[in-house]
């Protein structure tokens, strides 16, 4: 929206308007102060890439709303105070769209895109047709008129012929410009579609902050969006931290009355870049122009792939005919149009019921209540067993045996409940019974008045030294080889191990003899236990289990210490001065260390010839060609895995970071790099890398 140029004028005059003490009320100043106040908008709500702090923001902001309340007069209706309604709205009147709003035909795979894409080039009548691909966005719809640049109204869905007016309530989203200059490409009305959203990270933070409050929390980002569109204040539409996304020009006409989208606009692309050079928020940076249907579905592949880690609900793509002249061609039904196909993604909610609740110990103690479920598919698998994590969990949704449960796949990986349909409640349903024993051996359960977790106290409780010893052999512990979860019950239940040091005393004569254990796999079972003792310090240190110590924090810890025993002659102080380890961490390592029977363990371990010491330290101070250097990798790695290029880095002295931001040294880019990259072009001291770039740094 803002050329190179105007925004360095933008940022010299906001230093400017900081800089005065006096502020004059007159309209050229007070023009100005608007115009910087846009700028600033554009900057945070569109950019996400603010140039002032926020209390200079506010402080601008409040200049004007003092002047224009002095002088009633100056007060224009795009000023940026305008944002923020005054009053309550009682009901909604119902408005026509200028151009119907209509559903989408969905596809769910490759045939239904081929199809789509011969009933296109019949429509048209050509061999060629491009297509644009953008994300679905899972949000609320939504209807803006500009009229000489002026926002006039804004409208719901509705039923596609007439929405509810909530004007008022757009008003106050920053995201939505109270002006656009559509003058200048002739446009002098024009109706615009899009969805508003709330971002996952902002809508965790806002039932975060409703669960301290004690407050209900919000089921899902799209009901809540819907319903925030229509609260009757404004001001509560604004503090939900709505946005509005533009994806598409329904209308538009010139001073004259000419149809400009049949006369003057060439394709949807050019459609979105003069939404976004209008300020507009648009999904530029995540759609892309494909010239057949085979690259329509690669870059559908791509993003089905990733779109867990976008930090907006998608719920598919959409494909569009590019060219205005061919969507003309094709023209719509009733339902639909003909020259655009909804592609939807493997479905991420499904609903199951409720069957019973068992109760899980973990090697912490800690007891978690698994939600029993009648079986259902959801997006490639069946779940039966989901966590409830805890009581107050249970609690704050409501849930009861026999409830229909809405079941998620949450990041496409871990199944979490949402909540539960209470319309379809019979009065069958029956509250979940915590239990106040330990379901393993019957010890009492406590609750410490800082968790939300209850927990068995007894370090012999027969459930947490199973899955004490499950850890130890993991693949992010000791990876040992052929002693997985199955194994280590099997000789649990036959005695053969009784702690974790009995791993290294196993009666492999007798186990030769066991059902399903042949030479070959006793003897892998035998060198994987060998191994396991060279592992490095870090990993012994995470196999350990001890609260709230991780991977990375037993890396970190690690490359402080010679040996394991170290760490009983540490205090709190002491390891709160390792980078990345707090109190808690600190205070849950020194209890660990202070109990005689782990001291024990590790005493034990070493005398059986575990590694208990930090041999990496040489290795290091001759392999440090990264030290002091951060990267991130992006895209479709084709040289190593994640876990390999994270090893590389930390080996070689570096360290990886999760995201984009002026900490970042080195982006490194496999295939189909996306937003990351674009995001890190804009920062001229992030250095972006292919792989071999990155293996000639540590060659």
């Given at each position: 929206m803002y050329s190179i140029e105007e925004q360095q004028k933008f940022n010299a005059l906001t230093q400017k308007l900081l800089g005065k003490s006096v502020y004059l009320a007159l309209p050229e100043f007070i023009q100005d102060l608007r115009n910087t106040i846009n700028y600033h908008d554009w900057r945070y709500y569109v950019l996400s890439e603010p140039v002032i702090t926020d209390y200079d923001y506010d402080k601008l902001f409040a200049v004007l709303k003092r002047i224009e309340s002095a002088n009633p007069s100056l007060q224009t209706p795009d000023s940026p105070t305008q944002r923020v309604a005054r009053g309550?709205?009682?009901?909604?009147?119902?408005?026509?769209?200028?151009?119907?709003?209509?559903?989408?035909?969905?596809?769910?795979?490759?045939?239904?895109?081929?199809?789509?894409?011969?009933?296109?080039?019949?429509?048209?009548?050509?061999?060629?047709?491009?297509?644009?691909?953008?994300?679905?966005?899972?949000?609320?719809?939504?209807?803006?008129?500009?009229?000489?640049?002026?926002?006039?109204?804004?409208?719901?869905?509705?039923?596609?012929?007439?929405?509810?007016?909530?004007?008022?309530?757009?008003?106050?989203?920053?995201?939505?410009?109270?002006?656009?200059?559509?003058?200048?490409?002739?446009?002098?009305?024009?109706e615009i579609r899009g969805e508003v959203i709330i971002q996952r990270s902002v809508f965790e933070k806002m039932n975060e902050e409703r669960k301290r409050k004690g407050e209900k929390v919000f089921q899902n980002a799209r009901n809540t969006a819907s319903g925030s569109l229509?609260?009757?204040?404004?001001?509560?539409?604004?503090?939900?931290?709505?946005?509005?996304?533009?994806?598409?020009?329904?209308?538009?006409?010139?001073?004259?009355?000419?149809?400009?989208?049949?006369?003057?606009?060439?394709?949807?692309?050019?459609?979105?870049?003069?939404?976004?050079?209008?300020?507009?928020?648009?999904?530029?940076?995540?759609?892309?122009?494909?010239?057949?249907?085979?690259?329509?579905?690669?870059?559908?592949?791509?993003?089905?792939?990733k779109r867990h880690i976008f930090n907006i609900d998608t719920d598919g793509m959409v494909v569009k005919v590019n060219s205005l002249q061919q969507q003309q061609q094709c023209g719509s039904t009733t339902h639909h149009p003909r020259w655009a196909i909804a592609y939807k993604f493997a479905a991420k909610q499904a609903h199951s019921k409720l069957l019973k609740v068992e109760f899980q110990v973990g090697r912490t103690g800690a007891v978690t209540p698994v939600a029993k479920i009648e079986p259902v598919p959801l997006a490639g698998v069946t779940i039966s067993s989901i966590s409830l994590h805890n009581e107050d969990f249970i609690s704050e949704k409501d849930i009861k045996i026999n409830d229909t449960v809405i079941v998620e796949r949450a990041g496409e990986v871990i199944p979490y409940i949402v909540g539960v349909v209470e319309t379809l409640r019979t009065g069958a349903e029956y509250p979940v019974d915590f239990p106040r024993q330990c379901p393993s051996c019957n010890s009492p359960l406590i609750k410490p008045d800082e968790e939300a977790v209850w927990r068995c106290d007894n370090a012999d409780c027969p459930a947490q030294t199973e899955e004490r010893v499950i850890h130890y052999v993991s693949k992010d512990a000791m990876d040992i080889d052929g002693c997985g979860r199955e194994t280590v019950i099997e000789f649990i239940q036959r005695g053969y191990i009784k702690t974790i040091e009995d791993l290294y005393r196993l009666p492999y004569e007798q186990i030769l003899g066991l059902e399903g254990w042949k030479e070959k796999s006793v003897n892998n079972l035998k060198a994987g236990i060998e191994d396991s003792k060279n592992r490095p310090l870090w990993r012994l240190l995470n196999a350990l289990g001890i609260r709230h110590v991780g991977v990375t924090t037993s890396k970190d810890i690690s490359n402080h210490i010679h040996s394991i025993f170290d760490l009983a002659k540490m205090s709190v102080d002491d390891l709160t001065n390792i980078e990345g380890i707090g109190p808690k961490v600190a205070q849950s390592i020194v209890g660990f260390f202070h109990n005689s029977g782990n001291t024990h363990l590790l005493e034990e371990l070493h005398a059986l010839g575990v590694n208990t010491i930090n041999r990496a330290e040489d290795a290091r101070s001759k392999n440090n060609k990264l030290e002091g250097k951060t990267f991130l990798f992006t895209g479709s790695l084709q040289q190593f895995t994640r876990d390999r290029a994270k090893q590389l880095v930390e080996e070689n002295g570096g360290k990886l970071l999760s995201g984009v931001s002026a900490n970042l040294n080195y982006l490194v880019v496999g295939e189909d790099a996306g937003s990351k990259l674009a995001k890190a072009q804009k920062i001229p001291s992030i250095i972006v890398l292919s792989e071999d770039d990155f293996l000639n740094m540590i060659a």
């Open positions: 309550l709205t009682s009901e909604f009147e119902s408005v026509q769209h200028l151009a119907a709003m209509l559903s989408l035909e969905n596809s769910y795979n490759q045939g239904d895109l081929n199809d789509f894409d011969r009933k296109t080039k019949e429509l048209t009548n050509t061999e060629h047709t491009e297509y644009c691909v953008e994300p679905k966005f899972d949000g609320s719809s939504i209807a803006l008129v500009y009229e000489n640049d002026l926002l006039v109204r804004a409208a719901t869905r509705g039923d596609g012929t007439a929405g509810d007016d909530i004007t008022n309530n757009a008003k106050a989203l920053p995201s939505i410009p109270l002006r656009a200059p559509f003058s200048k490409y002739g446009i002098h009305k024009i229509r609260t009757k204040d404004p001001n509560e539409s604004r503090a939900r931290n709505l946005e509005a996304i533009l994806y598409h020009i329904s209308f538009a006409e010139d001073a004259g009355g000419n149809n400009l989208l049949k006369e003057k606009l060439v394709s949807h692309f050019h459609c979105i870049e003069i939404l976004y050079n209008c300020g507009f928020k648009t999904p530029i940076h995540e759609m892309r122009v494909c010239q057949n249907i085979d690259d329509v579905h690669l870059f559908i592949q791509t993003w089905d792939s």
